[in-house]
């Protein structure tokens, strides 16, 4: 079981569109998927289809359970099933856990614990906020790779360094097993000068670590997410879902070499 955190601090760069769509594209290469929503505003709940205000637990309830004991809530209380990839879901609730968990010890290993007796899948990916936060911290000493949707635009890389002393300091002194798993580009127009000239620097920037797939900039892509759907149910012919395949193939390519 392979867990990955999809982080990026900034907001916007595509992070909950590519774990929705990336789970789909899993599925669809015969993977077994669970998808977890560790951001507050929800949005990948509703990709997924669902009501975010209307959900008895989230996984919210999970953290919480863990951290203070109270309830007996566990990972099958929570999940929810849906035609490609089983998903852990959040609402605006969880935006409390921060200040909640203030004082907890051990406050950034909840998610890991929970983790622990998840069994199943063969990949977990956890669709981060936008911030460097505790919630951040939880996906990130639960995971084993970091993947990084970079938006090419002018400010492309503004913020990255930032974001990889974090993944650094992460795995200095909390989770040594942690790497980055590969940066990939998103929303991309390939008649723009600009894209090309932001590539080259993630290229140089990045290397190896770089997906060679691009994902380019195509309207299907936001219209699915806003139906619950994933680009492949949405319009599997268009663009968004050869560019989503792509990039999938070329995860399980990296898997097996
Ligand atoms: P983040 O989770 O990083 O904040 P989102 O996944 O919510 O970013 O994407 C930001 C916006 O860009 C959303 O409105 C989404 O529908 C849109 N979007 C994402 N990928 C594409 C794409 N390939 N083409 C067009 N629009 C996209
Ligand atoms: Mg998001």
Redesign the pocket.
């Known amino acids: 079981m392979k867990i990955i955190s999809i982080l ?1 601090q ?10 929705q769509n990336i789970a789909a594209g899993l599925h669809g290469l015969g993977k077994k998927v669970l998808a977890i929503d560790f ?1 507050p505003q929800g ?1 990948l709940t509703s990709g997924f289809g669902l009501d975010k205000r209307n959900l008895d637990y989230t996984v919210y309830d999970l953290l919480k359970a863990k951290s203070f004991g109270t309830s007996k809530l566990n990972f099958g209380d929570i999940v929810v099933e849906t035609s490609f990839a089983d998903i852990l879901p959040t609402n605006i609730k969880m935006s409390k856990v921060n200040l909640e968990l203030g004082g907890v010890p051990g406050k950034e290993s909840l998610l890991k614990e929970i983790l622990k007796d998840v069994y199943g899948y063969d990949y977990v990916l956890i ?1 981060c906020p ?1 911030s460097l936060d505790t919630l951040t911290f939880n996906a990130l000493m639960a995971s084993h790779e970091v993947y990084i ?1 970079v938006q090419t635009e002018f400010y492309a890389l503004e913020g990255i360094v930032e974001l990889m002393d974090t993944i650094d300091i992460v795995t200095h002194r909390m989770n040594d097993d942690l790497r980055i798993g590969g940066i990939f580009a ?3 127009d390939s008649r723009s000068k600009l894209h090309v000239e932001v590539i080259g620097q993630l290229k140089e920037f990045f290397g190896e670590n770089m997906f060679k797939t691009l ?8 219209e699915a ?2 139906h619950g759907l994933s680009i492949f149910d949405y319009a599997p012919r268009s663009n ?1 879902a050869k ?1 989503y395949k792509g990039l999938c193939v070329e995860i399980i390519e990296r898997e097996e070499s």
């Open positions: 990026n900034k907001g916007g760069v595509a992070k909950t569109t590519s774990t951001d949005n669709d936008p949707p998103t929303m991309v994902i380019r900039r195509n309207i299907k892509v936001a997410s806003s968004g560019d």
